[in-house]
């Protein structure tokens, strides 16, 4: 069983800044594929990131690519997602997740099915 707790969220103009962090208990964080996902307002969730067991590797959805950046620290137990340039489209709540599955690609992991666990959610507001 793992828990996972985000934070970071809040309000920031278009332009601005956020870094996301998500805290998980267990001994066994590093055996898990950590992924970031979103949900806007009346909107389904959607794949943001992920970072694999290592952290040597991540991949990016299409729409944040080159703003965001996802990163882990083992020893700590945390994953961390650094959000740039923020956009009004990217007002959502952000879930951090964790997948204890092996896939062939990472771009298997868009899948919100691919994960075990799931935390709360932190909201992002980005205003125009």
């Known amino acids: 069983q793992v828990q996972l707790v985000e934070s970071g969220g809040g309000l920031v103009q278009a332009g601005g800044s956020l870094r996301l962090s998500c805290a998980a208990s267990g001994r066994t964080f590093s055996s898990y594929a950590m992924g970031w996902f979103r949900q806007g307002p009346g909107k389904e969730r959607e794949f943001v990131a992920v970072?694999?067991?290592?952290?040597?590797?991540?991949y990016y959805a299409d729409r944040v690519k080159g703003r965001f950046t996802g990163s882990r620290d083992n020893a700590k137990n945390t994953v961390s997602l650094q959000m740039n340039s923020l956009k009004p489209e990217d007002t959502a709540v952000y879930y951090c997740?964790?997948?204890?599955?092996?896939?062939?690609?990472?771009?298997?992991?868009?899948?919100?099915?691919?994960?075990?666990?799931w935390g709360q959610g932190t909201q992002v507001t980005v205003s125009s």
């Open positions: 997740a964790a997948s204890r599955r092996i896939v062939g690609y990472y771009s298997d992991y868009t899948s919100p099915y691919e994960y075990d666990y």
């Open positions: 970072v694999s067991r290592s952290g040597d590797t991540t």
